[in-house]
Antibody, heavy 120, light 107 residues
């Protein structure tokens, strides 16, 4: 059974940093791209970033490019999202999602999400 | 970017009703569309991919159709557990984009 467990969320001041992690199990992690999707309170889903299975291909949404860094450790089956220069607009639940293939496509498994609150 | 416009943004329906949700892309995307269901406080779950293929374990009352720029999600006989918000998503190109969501409420 695929399991994705996010951690690292919390309250941070504007301009601060936070690092999210996603622990994966139940599948061959290195064979699948991974993605972060976020959802602001009461709003819809927003794609944030994706990384291919080997980590060689990375994509970012314009809203986070230059501030967020996605990475993965295939030896530990973990996915990370380093978030710097956070603004109030980054307040959201962040979901880790497993892609359907080694390259990013659609998302066939999701973690439960972790809340990030950016507030003075 | 390719934007996905869903309609309606919300609808009221009763158990047993047939429900159709539409998603339009701002340019042709083949059949690179997925549909997700999300219940309050929960993560989304995949219903449909490649426009019309039912994800394993998803009830047959859900179906998807369309290609190019026009896509639909149909629930043939709404059940109580289907009251939720539904999102379409294109994976034709980056950035990946979602529709704004359709909330299906109890009439």
């Amino acid at each position: 059974e695929v399991q994705l467990v996010e951690s690292g969320g919390g309250l941070v001041q504007p301009g601060g940093s936070l690092r999210l992690s996603c622990a994966a199990s139940g599948f061959y992690f290195y064979n699948y791209a991974m993605t972060w999707v976020r959802q602001a309170p009461g709003k819809g889903l927003e794609w944030v970033s994706s990384i291919s299975g080997a980590g060689g291909t990375i994509q970012y949404a314009d809203s986070v490019r230059g501030r967020f860094t996605i990475s993965r450790d295939n030896s530990k089956n973990t996915l990370d999202l380093q978030m710097d220069s956070l603004g109030v607009e980054d307040t959201a639940v962040y979901f880790c999602a497993k892609d359907s293939a080694i390259a990013p496509f659609y998302f066939n498994s999701w973690g439960q999400g972790v809340l990030v609150t950016v507030s003075p | 970017a390719i934007w996905m416009t869903q309609s309606p943004s919300s609808l009221s329906a009763s158990t047993g009703d047939r429900v159709t949700i539409t998603c339009r892309a701002t340019q042709g995307i083949g059949n690179y569309v997925a549909w997700y269901q999300q219940k309050p406080g929960r993560a989304p779950t995949l219903l449909i991919y490649d426009g019309s293929i039912l994800q394993s374990g998803v009830p047959f009352r859900f179906s998807g159709s369309g290609s190019g720029t026009h896509f639909t999600l149909t629930i043939t006989s709404l059940q109580s557990e289907d009251f939720a918000t539904y999102y379409c998503q294109q994976y034709f190109t980056f950035p990946r984009t979602f529709g704004q969501g359709t909330r299906v409420e109890v009439q």
